[in-house]
């Protein structure tokens, strides 16, 4: 096992771990169990990469190839959620949300049923990860486009913020 599949592994736990500690916190809270889901999807698909070497000889390559982007896929989408919901921002909520979810699943369909978004495994040395194929560019650019969104969202919330909420918020940020 190498450096990047055991930090996968180990942060698959802790990821579960905030995901279980959000919903414990406030089990009913909307803005709580998006942010549970977002940690439970990295989580998972930190599982998938720090438990290759174990799911693969349990699973065909295709089979652990799915169940990692099925974690991978809603991240970016979650994270835009999450945003959206802790800035309160509602200026092109539905729309972007609606594409995003849309996008998500389009990507789910095009890894279950074709070989347009991945196609065959990889294995170098200690790691393995699915080949990329025609549509996996444009899922790329979907993750980077949608977290760059997100950090927006989060940085224009925080410059509205009091000086003393900024500085509280920081400081809980930084420890």
Known sequence: MNHFV???ALFSVVSLLVCLLALL?????HIHRIFAA???SISFWCFTVGWQSFLIEKLSAFWWGW??????????????H??????????????????M????????ALNTFTGLFTSGTVYRDMYAYPRPSTFYPLYFVTFVVSV??????????QARRT?????????????
């Open 101 to 108: 979810y849309a996008a998500s699943f389009l990507y789910v």
């Open 67 to 80: 169940f990692l982007h099925m974690g991978c896929i809603f991240i970016p989408t979650l994270l835009l």
């Open 38 to 40: 977002y940690w439970f």
């Open 163 to 175: 000086t003393k909420a900024r500085s509280i918020r920081n400081y809980l940020i930084a420890q």
């Open 6 to 8: 055991f930090s996968a």
């Open 25 to 29: 916190h406030r089990p009913k809270s």
């Open 82 to 99: 999450f945003a959206f919901e802790y800035t309160r921002e509602s200026k092109g909520k539905k729309a972007v949300l609606g594409f």
């Open 148 to 157: 760059c969104y997100g950090t927006v969202l989060f940085v224009r919330a």
